[in-house]
Protein backbone atom coordinates (compact mmCIF):
# COMPACT_ATOMS: atom_id res chain seq x y z
CA UNK A 1 0.00 0.00 0.00
CA UNK A 2 1.40 3.50 -0.85
CA UNK A 3 1.94 6.28 1.29
CA UNK A 4 0.98 9.84 -0.31
CA UNK A 5 2.38 13.27 1.62
CA UNK A 6 1.03 16.70 0.10
CA UNK A 7 2.65 19.59 0.69
CA UNK A 8 0.25 22.53 1.47
CA UNK A 9 1.97 24.39 4.43
CA UNK A 10 3.23 27.15 2.10
CA UNK A 11 1.58 31.31 2.74
CA UNK A 12 0.89 31.75 -0.76
CA UNK A 13 1.59 35.78 -0.74
CA UNK A 14 0.85 36.03 -4.55
CA UNK A 15 -2.14 35.04 -3.95
CA UNK A 16 -3.02 38.68 -1.74
CA UNK A 17 -5.87 36.91 -0.40
CA UNK A 18 -6.89 36.35 3.68
CA UNK A 19 -7.88 32.63 2.63
CA UNK A 20 -5.19 29.76 2.35
CA UNK A 21 -4.39 29.34 -0.97
CA UNK A 22 -4.78 25.52 -0.84
CA UNK A 23 -8.36 25.93 0.65
CA UNK A 24 -9.49 28.31 -2.94
CA UNK A 25 -12.20 26.72 -4.74
CA UNK A 26 -11.94 25.06 -7.81
CA UNK A 27 -15.35 23.48 -9.48
CA UNK A 28 -16.80 24.33 -6.24
CA UNK A 29 -13.99 21.89 -4.23
CA UNK A 30 -10.51 22.84 -2.74
CA UNK A 31 -7.49 23.23 -4.41
CA UNK A 32 -5.74 20.64 -1.40
CA UNK A 33 -9.34 18.73 -1.75
CA UNK A 34 -8.91 18.25 -5.53
CA UNK A 35 -5.79 17.08 -4.86
CA UNK A 36 -6.30 14.37 -1.56
CA UNK A 37 -9.66 13.16 -3.98
CA UNK A 38 -6.63 11.80 -6.46
CA UNK A 39 -4.31 10.85 -3.87
CA UNK A 40 -6.77 8.88 -1.91
CA UNK A 41 -7.24 6.52 -4.79
CA UNK A 42 -3.41 5.20 -4.00
CA UNK A 43 -3.66 6.45 -0.14
CA UNK A 44 -6.94 5.83 1.82
CA UNK A 45 -5.45 8.26 4.12
CA UNK A 46 -2.66 10.57 2.71
CA UNK A 47 -0.40 13.10 4.95
CA UNK A 48 -1.22 16.39 4.90
CA UNK A 49 1.48 18.41 5.79
CA UNK A 50 0.38 21.79 7.27
CA UNK A 51 1.89 25.55 8.20
CA UNK A 52 0.47 29.10 7.33
CA UNK A 53 -2.89 29.24 8.88
CA UNK A 54 -2.84 25.82 9.44
CA UNK A 55 -5.51 25.40 11.94
CA UNK A 56 -7.79 27.12 8.92
CA UNK A 57 -7.00 24.25 6.83
CA UNK A 58 -7.37 21.88 9.27
CA UNK A 59 -10.91 22.35 10.17
CA UNK A 60 -11.81 22.24 6.23
CA UNK A 61 -10.43 19.10 5.09
CA UNK A 62 -10.98 15.44 6.15
CA UNK A 63 -10.24 11.89 5.37
CA UNK A 64 -6.20 12.93 5.78
CA UNK A 65 -3.66 12.38 8.82
CA UNK A 66 -1.63 15.65 9.48
CA UNK A 67 1.97 16.86 10.39
CA UNK A 68 2.81 20.42 10.56
CA UNK A 69 5.45 22.70 8.94
CA UNK A 70 6.76 25.44 11.22
CA UNK A 71 9.06 27.66 10.33
CA UNK A 72 8.45 26.30 6.42
CA UNK A 73 11.93 25.67 5.27
CA UNK A 74 11.51 23.97 2.12
CA UNK A 75 10.20 20.95 0.40
CA UNK A 76 12.49 18.55 1.86
CA UNK A 77 11.80 20.44 5.36
CA UNK A 78 8.27 19.57 4.80
CA UNK A 79 8.99 15.87 4.07
CA UNK A 80 10.86 15.98 7.49
CA UNK A 81 7.97 16.83 9.15
CA UNK A 82 6.25 13.88 7.73
CA UNK A 83 8.70 11.64 8.46
CA UNK A 84 7.08 9.97 11.21
CA UNK A 85 4.44 8.41 9.36
CA UNK A 86 6.11 7.31 6.59
CA UNK A 87 6.80 3.89 6.62
CA UNK A 88 10.24 2.66 6.77
CA UNK A 89 10.13 -0.42 4.00
CA UNK A 90 10.19 -0.82 0.19
CA UNK A 91 6.54 0.34 -0.06
CA UNK A 92 6.06 3.70 -2.67
CA UNK A 93 5.58 6.35 -1.22
CA UNK A 94 4.38 9.57 -3.21
CA UNK A 95 5.13 13.47 -2.82
CA UNK A 96 2.10 16.11 -3.99
CA UNK A 97 1.88 19.55 -3.68
CA UNK A 98 -1.37 21.01 -2.50
CA UNK A 99 -1.71 23.43 -5.40
CA UNK A 100 -2.61 21.33 -8.59
CA UNK A 101 -5.72 20.54 -8.42
CA UNK A 102 -5.60 18.74 -11.67
CA UNK A 103 -3.59 16.30 -10.97
CA UNK A 104 -4.79 12.61 -12.16
CA UNK A 105 -5.06 9.13 -10.11
CA UNK A 106 -3.65 7.35 -13.15
CA UNK A 107 -0.70 9.89 -13.57
CA UNK A 108 0.28 8.57 -10.00
CA UNK A 109 0.01 4.85 -10.86
CA UNK A 110 2.09 5.23 -13.53
CA UNK A 111 4.91 7.40 -11.25
CA UNK A 112 4.71 4.62 -8.97
CA UNK A 113 5.15 1.71 -11.79
CA UNK A 114 8.57 3.63 -12.41
CA UNK A 115 10.37 2.13 -9.43
CA UNK A 116 11.73 -0.78 -9.21
CA UNK A 117 15.16 -2.58 -8.09
CA UNK A 118 18.33 -0.28 -8.47
CA UNK A 119 15.62 2.82 -9.04
CA UNK A 120 13.86 3.97 -5.66
CA UNK A 121 13.25 7.22 -6.93
CA UNK A 122 10.79 8.35 -9.58
CA UNK A 123 10.18 12.09 -10.79
CA UNK A 124 7.01 13.28 -12.74
CA UNK A 125 7.85 15.85 -15.23
CA UNK A 126 6.34 17.00 -18.50
CA UNK A 127 7.41 19.01 -21.70
CA UNK A 128 6.58 22.50 -22.55
CA UNK A 129 7.26 24.84 -25.55
CA UNK A 130 7.68 27.54 -22.96
CA UNK A 131 10.24 26.00 -20.46
CA UNK A 132 10.71 29.41 -18.83
CA UNK A 133 11.53 29.40 -15.12
CA UNK A 134 11.19 25.86 -14.95
CA UNK A 135 13.87 23.39 -13.14
CA UNK A 136 15.40 21.48 -15.77
CA UNK A 137 15.31 17.23 -16.16
CA UNK A 138 18.55 16.15 -17.84
CA UNK A 139 17.59 12.56 -18.75
CA UNK A 140 18.81 10.01 -21.14
CA UNK A 141 16.02 7.61 -22.45
CA UNK A 142 14.14 7.13 -19.03
CA UNK A 143 16.74 8.00 -16.33
CA UNK A 144 17.38 11.05 -14.99
CA UNK A 145 21.02 12.32 -14.95
CA UNK A 146 20.18 15.54 -13.29
CA UNK A 147 17.32 18.20 -12.25
CA UNK A 148 19.08 21.93 -12.79
CA UNK A 149 16.92 25.31 -11.85
CA UNK A 150 17.14 27.63 -14.86
CA UNK A 151 18.87 29.96 -12.74
CA UNK A 152 21.99 27.84 -12.82
CA UNK A 153 21.13 26.51 -16.06
CA UNK A 154 23.34 26.32 -19.11
CA UNK A 155 22.77 27.71 -22.87
CA UNK A 156 22.08 23.84 -23.84
CA UNK A 157 20.02 22.89 -20.22
CA UNK A 158 18.20 25.42 -21.32
CA UNK A 159 17.01 24.21 -24.45
CA UNK A 160 15.38 21.46 -22.77
CA UNK A 161 11.67 21.24 -22.88
CA UNK A 162 11.59 18.16 -20.14
CA UNK A 163 10.54 20.20 -17.43
CA UNK A 164 10.33 19.27 -13.35
CA UNK A 165 6.81 19.12 -12.28
CA UNK A 166 8.08 18.40 -8.40
CA UNK A 167 5.99 15.44 -8.08
CA UNK A 168 7.93 12.46 -6.63
CA UNK A 169 7.47 8.76 -6.23
CA UNK A 170 10.18 6.66 -3.82
CA UNK A 171 10.57 3.93 -1.56
CA UNK A 172 9.34 4.55 2.21
CA UNK A 173 13.58 3.33 3.29
CA UNK A 174 15.28 5.99 0.54
CA UNK A 175 13.20 8.73 2.20
CA UNK A 176 14.37 7.74 5.67
CA UNK A 177 17.70 7.16 4.06
CA UNK A 178 17.86 10.63 2.72
CA UNK A 179 15.89 13.26 4.03
CA UNK A 180 17.73 13.65 6.63
CA UNK A 181 20.87 13.91 5.12
CA UNK A 182 19.24 17.01 2.78
CA UNK A 183 21.24 20.36 4.12
CA UNK A 184 20.37 23.64 3.61
CA UNK A 185 23.90 24.87 2.68
CA UNK A 186 22.06 27.37 -0.05
CA UNK A 187 21.14 30.88 -0.59
CA UNK A 188 17.92 30.39 0.69
CA UNK A 189 18.59 28.20 3.59
CA UNK A 190 15.98 25.82 2.97
CA UNK A 191 15.56 22.13 2.42
CA UNK A 192 14.94 21.36 -1.19
CA UNK A 193 13.56 18.08 -1.87
CA UNK A 194 15.23 17.77 -5.68
CA UNK A 195 18.45 17.17 -3.61
CA UNK A 196 17.31 13.37 -3.56
CA UNK A 197 18.15 13.27 -7.26
CA UNK A 198 21.81 13.92 -6.25
CA UNK A 199 22.17 11.89 -3.47
CA UNK A 200 20.36 8.95 -5.09
CA UNK A 201 22.69 9.68 -8.16
CA UNK A 202 25.59 9.34 -6.11
CA UNK A 203 24.90 6.28 -4.31
CA UNK A 204 25.00 4.35 -8.23
CA UNK A 205 21.52 3.96 -7.86
CA UNK A 206 18.56 5.23 -11.07
CA UNK A 207 16.40 8.15 -10.89
CA UNK A 208 13.21 7.47 -13.43
CA UNK A 209 10.53 9.85 -14.32
CA UNK A 210 7.06 9.46 -16.02
CA UNK A 211 5.77 12.35 -18.10
CA UNK A 212 2.52 14.06 -17.37
CA UNK A 213 0.96 17.14 -19.28
CA UNK A 214 1.95 20.55 -18.73
CA UNK A 215 -2.08 21.94 -17.59
CA UNK A 216 -2.01 18.81 -15.36
CA UNK A 217 0.50 19.56 -13.07
CA UNK A 218 0.45 23.32 -12.97
CA UNK A 219 0.05 24.95 -10.07
CA UNK A 220 -1.97 28.01 -8.79
CA UNK A 221 0.17 30.88 -7.27
CA UNK A 222 -1.78 33.78 -7.89
CA UNK A 223 -5.78 34.74 -8.54
CA UNK A 224 -5.03 34.63 -12.54
CA UNK A 225 -3.19 31.05 -12.16
CA UNK A 226 -6.44 30.03 -10.45
CA UNK A 227 -8.54 31.02 -13.50
CA UNK A 228 -6.92 29.22 -15.85
CA UNK A 229 -6.38 25.70 -13.67
CA UNK A 230 -10.27 26.69 -12.78
CA UNK A 231 -10.77 27.33 -17.44
CA UNK A 232 -9.03 24.02 -17.59
CA UNK A 233 -10.99 22.22 -15.00
CA UNK A 234 -14.24 22.94 -16.20
CA UNK A 235 -13.55 22.21 -20.09
CA UNK A 236 -12.98 18.79 -18.83
CA UNK A 237 -15.77 18.75 -16.54
CA UNK A 238 -17.86 19.59 -19.41
CA UNK A 239 -16.24 17.26 -22.12
CA UNK A 240 -16.62 14.33 -19.71
CA UNK A 241 -20.30 14.45 -19.10
CA UNK A 242 -20.66 15.33 -22.74
CA UNK A 243 -19.01 12.20 -23.41
CA UNK A 244 -21.51 10.15 -21.25
CA UNK A 245 -24.66 11.79 -23.32
CA UNK A 246 -25.33 15.02 -22.09
CA UNK A 247 -26.35 17.55 -24.88
CA UNK A 248 -24.75 21.42 -24.38
CA UNK A 249 -25.58 23.23 -27.37
CA UNK A 250 -23.12 26.39 -25.85
CA UNK A 251 -20.89 24.24 -23.32
CA UNK A 252 -18.32 27.18 -23.08
CA UNK A 253 -21.18 29.32 -21.23
CA UNK A 254 -22.20 25.99 -18.79
CA UNK A 255 -19.94 26.68 -15.45
CA UNK A 256 -20.09 22.56 -13.32
CA UNK A 257 -18.70 21.42 -10.13
CA UNK A 258 -16.86 18.63 -8.49
CA UNK A 259 -19.53 16.48 -8.06
CA UNK A 260 -22.43 17.91 -11.10
CA UNK A 261 -24.11 14.56 -11.56
CA UNK A 262 -26.43 14.31 -14.83
CA UNK A 263 -27.33 11.09 -16.44
CA UNK A 264 -27.51 10.72 -20.73
CA UNK A 265 -30.21 12.29 -22.20
CA UNK A 266 -30.08 15.52 -20.63
CA UNK A 267 -30.24 18.94 -21.89
CA UNK A 268 -28.08 21.84 -20.49
CA UNK A 269 -28.60 25.50 -22.36
CA UNK A 270 -26.81 28.31 -21.93
CA UNK A 271 -25.39 30.03 -19.53
CA UNK A 272 -26.15 27.71 -16.69
CA UNK A 273 -24.40 27.44 -13.20
CA UNK A 274 -24.25 23.98 -11.27
CA UNK A 275 -22.63 24.64 -8.18
CA UNK A 276 -22.09 21.74 -5.83
CA UNK A 277 -24.72 19.20 -5.20
CA UNK A 278 -26.53 18.96 -7.86
CA UNK A 279 -27.53 15.37 -8.95
CA UNK A 280 -30.40 13.89 -11.33
CA UNK A 281 -32.34 10.58 -11.55
CA UNK A 282 -32.85 10.55 -14.70
CA UNK A 283 -32.94 12.77 -18.09
CA UNK A 284 -33.89 15.99 -16.98
CA UNK A 285 -33.40 19.75 -19.09
CA UNK A 286 -31.90 22.80 -17.34
CA UNK A 287 -32.60 25.81 -19.57
CA UNK A 288 -30.67 28.64 -20.09
CA UNK A 289 -29.93 31.02 -17.13
CA UNK A 290 -30.29 28.90 -14.20
CA UNK A 291 -28.10 28.57 -10.96
CA UNK A 292 -28.40 25.25 -9.38
CA UNK A 293 -27.12 23.86 -6.15
CA UNK A 294 -27.56 21.43 -3.66
CA UNK A 295 -30.39 20.39 -5.97
CA UNK A 296 -31.68 16.65 -6.70
CA UNK A 297 -33.87 16.72 -9.68
CA UNK A 298 -35.97 13.42 -10.78
CA UNK A 299 -36.82 12.34 -14.23
CA UNK A 300 -38.36 14.63 -16.77
CA UNK A 301 -37.96 17.63 -15.02
CA UNK A 302 -37.81 20.87 -16.84
CA UNK A 303 -36.46 23.85 -14.70
CA UNK A 304 -35.51 27.56 -16.06
CA UNK A 305 -34.89 29.63 -18.00
CA UNK A 306 -33.72 31.79 -15.28
CA UNK A 307 -34.54 30.03 -11.87
CA UNK A 308 -32.31 29.13 -8.76
CA UNK A 309 -32.62 25.91 -7.08
CA UNK A 310 -30.91 26.74 -3.93
CA UNK A 311 -29.72 23.69 -0.82
CA UNK A 312 -32.51 21.51 0.29
CA UNK A 313 -34.63 21.97 -3.12
CA UNK A 314 -36.01 18.16 -4.26
CA UNK A 315 -37.97 17.67 -7.77
CA UNK A 316 -40.00 15.01 -8.06
CA UNK A 317 -40.52 13.09 -11.50
CA UNK A 318 -41.97 15.78 -14.28
CA UNK A 319 -42.12 18.80 -12.37
CA UNK A 320 -41.85 22.32 -14.07
CA UNK A 321 -39.87 25.53 -12.98
CA UNK A 322 -40.41 28.14 -14.61
CA UNK A 323 -38.95 31.43 -14.91
CA UNK A 324 -38.04 33.89 -12.00
CA UNK A 325 -38.96 31.23 -9.83
CA UNK A 326 -36.37 30.86 -6.93
CA UNK A 327 -36.71 27.05 -3.99
CA UNK A 328 -35.33 26.14 -1.45
CA UNK A 329 -35.70 23.64 1.47
CA UNK A 330 -38.69 22.68 -0.76
CA UNK A 331 -39.86 19.20 -1.49
CA UNK A 332 -41.90 19.16 -4.81
CA UNK A 333 -43.84 16.52 -5.45
CA UNK A 334 -44.81 14.30 -9.02
CA UNK A 335 -46.07 16.59 -11.97
CA UNK A 336 -46.16 19.62 -10.17
CA UNK A 337 -45.68 23.19 -11.13
CA UNK A 338 -44.30 26.23 -10.25
CA UNK A 339 -44.07 28.18 -13.58
CA UNK A 340 -43.50 31.99 -12.79
CA UNK A 341 -42.49 35.02 -10.88
CA UNK A 342 -42.56 32.84 -7.77
CA UNK A 343 -40.39 31.87 -4.10
CA UNK A 344 -41.35 28.80 -2.61
CA UNK A 345 -39.02 28.10 0.78
CA UNK A 346 -39.29 25.76 3.56
CA UNK A 347 -42.06 23.73 2.05
CA UNK A 348 -43.08 20.30 0.50
CA UNK A 349 -45.86 19.99 -1.96
CA UNK A 350 -47.85 16.74 -2.84
CA UNK A 351 -48.23 15.61 -6.11
CA UNK A 352 -50.01 18.37 -9.56
CA UNK A 353 -49.93 21.09 -7.58
CA UNK A 354 -50.11 24.60 -9.58
CA UNK A 355 -48.65 27.12 -8.41
CA UNK A 356 -49.71 30.62 -9.78
CA UNK A 357 -47.12 33.65 -10.96
CA UNK A 358 -46.18 35.69 -7.90
CA UNK A 359 -46.78 33.31 -5.00
CA UNK A 360 -44.67 33.52 -2.19
CA UNK A 361 -44.41 30.97 1.13
CA UNK A 362 -43.80 33.69 3.98
CA UNK A 363 -41.56 31.64 5.59
CA UNK A 364 -39.41 34.23 7.98
CA UNK A 365 -40.79 35.73 10.64
CA UNK A 366 -37.34 37.60 11.56
CA UNK A 367 -36.56 34.78 14.20
CA UNK A 368 -37.26 31.46 12.78
CA UNK A 369 -37.83 29.61 9.90
CA UNK A 370 -41.97 28.34 9.44
CA UNK A 371 -42.63 25.51 7.23
CA UNK A 372 -45.62 25.09 4.20
CA UNK A 373 -47.20 22.24 3.55
CA UNK A 374 -49.29 21.71 -0.04
CA UNK A 375 -51.24 19.19 -0.34
CA UNK A 376 -51.79 17.17 -3.89
CA UNK A 377 -53.79 18.81 -6.20
CA UNK A 378 -53.97 21.96 -4.81
CA UNK A 379 -54.23 25.39 -6.89
CA UNK A 380 -52.76 28.16 -5.72
CA UNK A 381 -53.77 31.48 -7.51
CA UNK A 382 -51.61 34.50 -8.98
CA UNK A 383 -49.72 36.63 -6.65
CA UNK A 384 -50.84 34.54 -2.88
CA UNK A 385 -49.05 34.73 -0.32
CA UNK A 386 -48.93 31.66 1.98
CA UNK A 387 -47.82 32.82 5.77
CA UNK A 388 -46.29 30.13 7.32
CA UNK A 389 -46.72 27.98 9.15
CA UNK A 390 -49.34 26.74 7.04
CA UNK A 391 -51.18 24.01 5.21
CA UNK A 392 -53.25 23.91 2.24
CA UNK A 393 -55.59 20.91 2.24
CA UNK A 394 -55.45 18.73 -0.80
CA UNK A 395 -57.90 19.81 -3.44
CA UNK A 396 -58.15 23.21 -2.61
CA UNK A 397 -57.74 26.04 -4.51
CA UNK A 398 -56.46 30.01 -2.99
CA UNK A 399 -58.13 32.78 -4.61
CA UNK A 400 -55.96 35.39 -6.73
CA UNK A 401 -54.26 38.24 -4.42
CA UNK A 402 -55.38 36.40 -1.43
CA UNK A 403 -52.56 36.52 1.67
CA UNK A 404 -53.54 32.94 4.06
CA UNK A 405 -52.27 32.22 7.56
CA UNK A 406 -54.89 29.85 8.59
CA UNK A 407 -54.57 26.35 7.66
CA UNK A 408 -57.07 26.01 4.19
CA UNK A 409 -59.32 22.40 4.76
CA UNK A 410 -59.22 19.87 2.11
CA UNK A 411 -61.34 20.79 -1.00
CA UNK A 412 -62.04 24.32 -0.34
CA UNK A 413 -61.49 27.92 -1.68
CA UNK A 414 -59.74 30.31 0.37
CA UNK A 415 -59.51 33.65 -0.58
CA UNK A 416 -58.99 37.21 1.16
CA UNK A 417 -59.60 39.77 -1.55
CA UNK A 418 -61.86 42.61 -0.28
CA UNK A 419 -65.35 43.34 -1.73
CA UNK A 420 -65.66 45.35 -4.49
CA UNK A 421 -66.39 48.84 -4.58
CA UNK A 422 -66.99 51.13 -7.65
CA UNK A 423 -67.47 54.90 -7.43
CA UNK A 424 -69.24 55.88 -11.32
CA UNK A 425 -68.16 59.29 -11.93
CA UNK A 426 -65.07 59.79 -9.78
CA UNK A 427 -62.57 59.54 -12.29
CA UNK A 428 -64.12 62.79 -14.04
CA UNK A 429 -64.94 64.53 -10.93
CA UNK A 430 -60.79 63.92 -9.85
CA UNK A 431 -59.88 65.38 -13.32
CA UNK A 432 -62.46 68.36 -13.44
CA UNK A 433 -61.42 69.41 -9.56
CA UNK A 434 -57.45 69.13 -10.66
CA UNK A 435 -57.52 71.41 -13.78
CA UNK A 436 -59.46 74.17 -11.48
CA UNK A 437 -56.48 74.19 -8.72
Request: proline fraction near 5%.
Amino acid sequence: MATCVILAAGKGTRMLSPLPKVLHKLGGLSLVGHVVKAASAIDKSPILVVGHQAEEVMGNIEGVRFATQSPQLGTGHAVMMALPQIPNNDEPVLVLFGDTPLIKASTLHKLVAQLGEGRPLAVLAFESEHPGRYGRVVAEKDIIHDIVEAKDATDNQLAIRLCNAGVMAGTGAMFHRFIPQISNHNAAKEYYLTDLVAMVRGEGLDVAYSLAGEEEVAGVNSQFDLSEREAAYQKQQRRTLMDQGVQMPHPETVFLSHDTKLPAGSLVEAHCVLAPGVKAHGPVTIRAFSHLEGAELSEGCVVGPYARLRPGTILGPKVRIGNFVETKKTIVGEGSKINHLSYVGDASLGQYVNIGAGTITCNYDGYQKHQTSIGDGVFVGSDTLLVAPIKIGKGSYTGSGSVLSDDVPEDSLALTRPARQIFEGWATRFRSKQKKG
